[in-house]
């Protein structure tokens, strides 16, 4: 089965990668269809609520399915899910975006001077905005073109706030619902962002102890 998987041909790649995007965009659908349509009771009797919720609940997965490529890649050998990373990781920019967009919109309906006023009085606020902000350079750089201009190593570095940008989305997803005694949620949330950080901590230490060992081996032999 894993043999299968590891050895996809670009095509079936491709057709994944297709599938993924579809099922990504299927959450934004939803809310558009019960927006439309007003099925199963529409967006419910607090529809700002609702899509507020909806998007940030969804950008939030996302965030946590593109930290998890890396290491599952790592375990499972499927090297090709690296190309799912940068799909995943503009589909929670999106959703992101959307959810800012409804607090602008119609919590303040563009007030530039009121937004500012709300964000500044309201920390679990800020922090999200922050979180959108040092997201904004990951997705304008996340074609093949600026991974050339920018070069490789600049390029990974730039996606390294991805590891700031998911533990202050879990902070403000905490603070948010820590004022409704909701914490069930982001204590999951939490847990599950710190678990594959952790995992890259290891790795980078694993790294660094080999580098040191193929070191010490080198000037070793030169001794002799």
Not at 115 to 136: C, E, H, N, Q
Request: aromatic fraction near 12%.
């Amino acid at each position: 089965m894993f043999a299968r998987l590891r050895n996809l041909s670009q095509r079936q790649v491709r057709t994944v990668w297709l599938l993924v995007l579809l099922l990504c965009l299927l959450p934004l659908a939803r809310l558009i269809a019960l927006g439309v349509t007003g099925a199963d009771g529409g967006l419910g009797a607090n529809p700002i609520e609702f899509i507020t919720r909806s998007t940030g609940d969804w950008a939030l997965y996302l965030l946590s399915i593109t930290l998890a490529v890396t290491p599952l890649r790592k375990l499972s050998g499927l090297n090709w899910l690296v190309r799912l990373r940068r799909t995943l990781g503009l589909m929670a920019f999106l959703y992101l975006s959307l959810h800012f967009l409804t607090f602008f919109w119609f919590d303040h309906f563009f007030d530039l001077q009121e937004m500012w006023k709300d964000i500044l009085r309201r920390p679990f606020i800020t922090v999200g905005v922050i979180a959108l902000v040092l997201m904004l350079p990951l997705a304008l750089t996340s074609t093949n073109r600026m991974i050339r201009l920018l070069g490789g190593k600049r390029w990974q570095l730039l996606h390294k706030l991805m590891y700031l940008i998911a533990p202050l989305a879990v902070l403000h997803f905490w603070w948010a619902k820590a004022g409704k005694n909701l914490i069930a949620q982001p204590v999951l949330f939490a847990s599950i962002v710190g678990v594959l950080l952790l995992a890259r901590v290891g790795w980078w230490l694993q790294k660094r102890r080999a580098e040191q060992g193929r070191a010490t081996a080198a000037v070793t032999r030169k001794a002799a």
